[in-house]
């Protein structure tokens, strides 16, 4: 007899920066499809680190807007434009973002707490925290103190926390999934990897990851049952 070597969930990996604003709405619109799909408690969903600006300075005084014209080289205005276009498209999914309020923040020291979240099974509720933190609450996702109180709101040890933050313990695993982006040749986020076989790439539409959902998880089953 064939011992069944394959995991007792299937696997649903997610490349996404905390900063990226399309991470979050393919994230909800994610969310909506397997909901909807009915195989949600099939799933084992992993987050994985990236980063969109890795030398971005956490930088509390200027506008998103003023660093959309400064980084992509477009006037203040079209960076407006940009970014209200943006929240249009937010709101259509129920999210509500508030650029205005938004802290220009490098997300490697939340990217560190998503993982230890992820060791304790809250990644995945941790990392709706942090992008409702950044978009929709005004916070400095790059603060120690606003960090540790998201892990503490979630369960996580402060003593951990506080170790995760100041340290290097997770700093590895951070910098292991930016590499692997890199060697899958990952380009942009959010990139969602179904089973390590089937593959999207943006904030889709909710139609597009129900049937990546479906096909993926049949073949998982159909392999599950033959072993």
């Keep these: 007899m064939i011992k069944n ?4 969930k299937m696997s649903i990996e997610i490349w996404s920066d905390i900063m990226c604003p399309f991470c979050y709405i393919g ?6 499809a397997l ?12 987050w994985r680190s990236f980063q969109l600006n890795p030398f971005q300075k956490t930088e509390p005084g200027k506008s998103i807007n003023q ?11 079209e960076a407006e434009s ?3 276009y943006v929240t249009k498209m937010a709101l ?3 999210l509500i973002f508030d650029f205005s309020k938004s802290v220009l923040a490098n997300s490697f020291n939340a990217h560190k707490v998503s993982h230890l979240a992820k060791k304790y099974n809250v ?4 990392e709706e925290a942090l992008f409702k933190a950044y978009f929709t609450d005004g916070k400095n996702i790059d603060d120690r103190n606003c960090l540790i109180q998201i892990g503490l709101e979630h369960g996580l040890n402060k003593e951990e926390l506080e170790d995760c ?4 313990t997770y700093s590895g695993a951070v910098s292991s999934d930016i590499e692997e982006a890199k060697n899958l040749r990952i380009s942009g986020v959010p990139f969602f990897l179904f089973n390590r076989k089937y593959a999207i790439s943006g904030a889709r539409e909710i139609e597009v990851f129900k049937q990546a959902l479906d096909v993926s998880m049949s073949e998982w089953q159909a392999m599950s049952e033959t072993l």
């Design 5 to 8: 070597t394959l995991a007792k």
């Design 67 to 77: 660093y959309l014209s400064e980084h992509k080289g477009i006037s203040l205005h």
């Design 165 to 168: 933050i100041d340290n290097e």
């Design 82 to 84: 940009m970014n209200q």
């Design 27 to 32: 994230k909800k619109r994610f969310e909506t």
């Design 123 to 126: 990644q995945h509720s941790i």
């Design 92 to 94: 259509d999914e129920d």
């Design 35 to 46: 909901q909807q799909s009915g195989h949600s408690e099939n799933i084992e969903i992993t």
